[in-house]
């Protein structure tokens, strides 16, 4: 799935204030908005169908969207909406959109559709763009959020709810490393796992954000490779579940998917 340039603009305004967003030929509507972060901010949002308004299953995502299983069912889904000012964003957020397209596995996050549009800045002259990439929604939160509210009431997981949200982390990684090449997500932590509470059935964990994934097989042959792969650790790794290789790196290394074991053993830590 490649990066499509929507000619439809997706107004910020619109977003921001409530009101509907095309991405690409499908029209939703802003419910409210579920978080933020950086340049980017995540938002409910409905589908609306052209047949008859606001519905589940009768707008155009049926029809794109292979997996039926990835549709909702009151046709609500999850809208990552990212400000694009430097032609570098830009690059990283095709990265993102052409990686999470590489993945199909039941704890790994899908995305849906997604669309790039060019936004006139304010300034004469300058050109922006904003990306719009749709996903299911999970409304009971991440692990963090639900670790913290557990904490708070001096609660826990259960030993078996902790190891069954451990070995649905491990097959979604399992998958990752198993393509060929394989790929590393980079920052796995409880802060990027959905967690979805299920009645008389384990919660269902869902690893989320591949804007760090990449190939996970570097090869480091010098003390500048080994800099260059720090700083970007650094940037895109986060630091209390970092591997150590990826915070001294030796001069001559071969890193591989063995730093995404290392942060989930700290993500297991933390839950435990």
Same mark, same amino acid.
């Given at each position: ?34 978080? =933020? %972060? ?11 169908? !052209?047949? !008859?308004? @606001? ?9 794109? *969207?292979?997996?039926?299983? #990835?549709?909702?069912? &009151?046709? $609500? ?6 400000? /694009? ?13 052409? +990686? ?13 559709? #997604?669309?790039? /549009?060019? *936004? ?8 922006? #763009? ?11 939160? $991440? ?17 078996? &709810? @902790? ?23 980079? &920052? +796995?932590?409880? %802060? ?27 090869? +480091?042959? !010098? ?11 650094? =940037? ?15 001069? #001559?290394? &071969? ?5 995404? @074991? ?11």
């Amino acid at each position: 799935m490649g990066c499509t340039f929507s000619g439809l603009n997706a107004l910020y305004d619109a977003v921001n204030g409530g009101g509907d967003v095309w991405i690409n030929e499908n029209r939703f509507r802003v419910v409210r908005q579920l978080g =933020e %972060g950086g340049f980017a901010y995540v938002f409910l949002v409905k589908e609306i169908s !052209s047949e !008859s308004g @606001v519905g589940a299953g009768s707008g155009g995502l049926a029809k794109k *969207v292979k997996d039926p299983s #990835h549709l909702s069912d &009151d046709g $609500t889904y999850a809208m990552k909406k990212v400000l /694009i000012q430097t032609n570098e964003q830009l690059e990283l957020v095709r990265e993102e959109i052409r +990686v999470s397209s590489l993945f199909s596995h039941p704890n790994l996050l899908p995305l849906l559709d #997604h669309a790039i /549009i060019a *936004v006139k800045a304010t300034q004469e002259g300058s050109w922006k #763009h904003e990306a719009y990439l749709l996903f299911p929604v999970h409304l009971d939160g $991440t692990l963090m959020d639900n670790s913290n509210a557990m904490k708070a009431k001096k609660e826990f997981f259960s030993t078996l &709810d @902790v190891l069954q949200i451990f070995r649905q982390l491990c097959a979604g990684l399992k998958h990752m490393h198993s393509l060929d090449p394989p790929y590393a997500h980079n &920052d +796995v932590k409880p %802060g990027n796992v959905l967690l979805t509470h299920r009645k008389g059935q384990p919660p269902l964990a869902i690893l989320m954000d591949f804007g760090s994934a990449r190939t996970a097989r570097r090869q +480091v042959r !010098s003390r500048s490779e080994a800099l260059q792969l720090q700083e970007w650790a650094s =940037e895109h790794c986060s630091a209390p579940f970092r591997a150590p290789e990826l915070w001294d790196c030796p001069s #001559h290394a &071969d890193i591989d998917e063995r730093t995404d @074991v290392w942060s989930l053993g700290c993500t297991l830590y933390a839950i435990l």
